[in-house]
């Protein structure tokens, strides 16, 4: 399994950005994805999570703002976030997760300006 992240660069608070995650390997359907971001000088943590099904569950921080979803047929997952505000500013990694072992993305950085 491998994934690619990309769609991050630098941002005005208040703005959008959609991350992508491209998946390669075994089918994507099969796995259950995560969004990750870790800030300078923070601890990695979980921005939300979509289940082979579907569902999708969200860090409390969100607030309604981000939207994941996943695309099998493209093996693709994104994250779409709105409303970006200064404390959003990470690198955001994609993990996979299948039969209890994880794979992560490289990360993408996403900046946000005043």
């Known amino acids: 399994v491998q994934l690619m992240e990309s769609g991050g660069g630098s941002v005005q608070a208040g703005g959008s950005v959609r991350l992508s995650c491209e998946f390669s390997?075994?089918?994507?359907?099969?796995?259950?994805m995560r969004w990750y971001r870790q800030a300078p000088g923070k601890k990695r943590e979980m921005v939300a999570a979509?289940?082979?099904?579907?569902?999708?569950d969200y860090a409390d921080f969100v607030e309604g703002r981000f939207t994941v979803s996943r695309d099998n047929a493209r093996n693709m997952v994104y994250l779409q976030m709105n409303d970006l505000k200064f404390e959003d500013a990470a690198v955001y990694y994609c993990?996979?997760?299948?039969?209890?072992?994880?794979?992560w993305g490289q990360g993408t950085q996403v900046t946000v300006s005043s």
């Open positions: 993990a996979s997760v299948y039969n209890g072992g994880w794979t």
């Open positions: 390997g075994i089918p994507l359907k099969l796995n259950g």
């Open positions: 979509i289940t082979t099904g579907g569902t999708s």
